[in-house]
Each structure stands twice: as C-alpha cells, then as structure tokens.
Nanobody
C-alpha cells in the first residue's frame, strides 16, 4: 500500500502561481497512475488532472487547461501540480491520489483508493 503526503498549498493572490507536491512512501509511485482532485467549500470533489504511470499521458479538467500542469518524477517518488494564473475559483483543498487501476489514465475518484490528507489552496481576488 502506498502512503501519500501533499505539500505546497498556501494563500496567494489571483494571478499568482503555486506548485503542489505529492510525496509517496511504502511502494514505488511508478506503479500507479496519479490524480489531483480538489474540493471547494460546499462543492463535491472534482478531478483536476491525472497522469499515467510513465507520465506520457495526461488529463486536465476544462477549468484548468492551459493553467495547470501535472507531472511526476518516479525516481523521486513524487508527483507535482504546477498551478499558474490562479483564480479565486481555484480555492479548495487539493488532494493527490494513486490508483491501481489497469486503465492508464483513470479520472474518476472511485478508481483511486489511496489518498493524501489534502493541502489548502486559497486564492484571494
């Protein structure tokens, strides 16, 4: 079983950038497709981005396309979410997750049994 810990959240202003990190332990991160999800106050959890085991394939929600970049460094057992041009609507708790799914790029939360504790991102306008 893999354990995940997010870091890098914080309070920023609209237009700023943040990079979230997701450090894995217990098993090699390279075994899992990875996803970043977020939950805004009063809203359901939603997928933000996902990346295949090798990093060769990625998925982005329409709301973050062109602004966010998901990446991974399997040698460092770490995944990342680079967030540029942040908007107030990006305010949420962000979670990284790992999936044992045979699908190369799962984008549904139910496909991800392993989750980090979350990191708060607050964007002031």
């Amino acid at each position: 079983q893999v354990q995940l810990v997010e870091s890098g959240g914080g309070l920023v202003q609209a237009g700023d950038s943040l990079r979230l990190s997701c450090a894995a332990s217990g098993r090699s991160l390279g075994l899992y497709p990875m996803g970043w999800f977020r939950r805004a106050p009063g809203q359901d959890r939603e997928v933000v981005a996902a990346i295949s085991r090798s990093g060769g394939s990625t998925y982005y929600a329409d709301s973050v396309k062109g602004r966010f970049t998901i990446s991974r460094d399997n040698a460092k057992n770490t995944a990342y979410l680079q967030m540029n041009n942040l908007k107030s609507e990006d305010t949420a708790v962000y979670f990284c997750a790992a999936s044992p799914s045979l699908r190369s790029l799962p984008v549904v939360a139910d496909d991800y049994p392993y989750w980090g504790q979350g990191t708060q991102v607050t964007v002031s306008s």
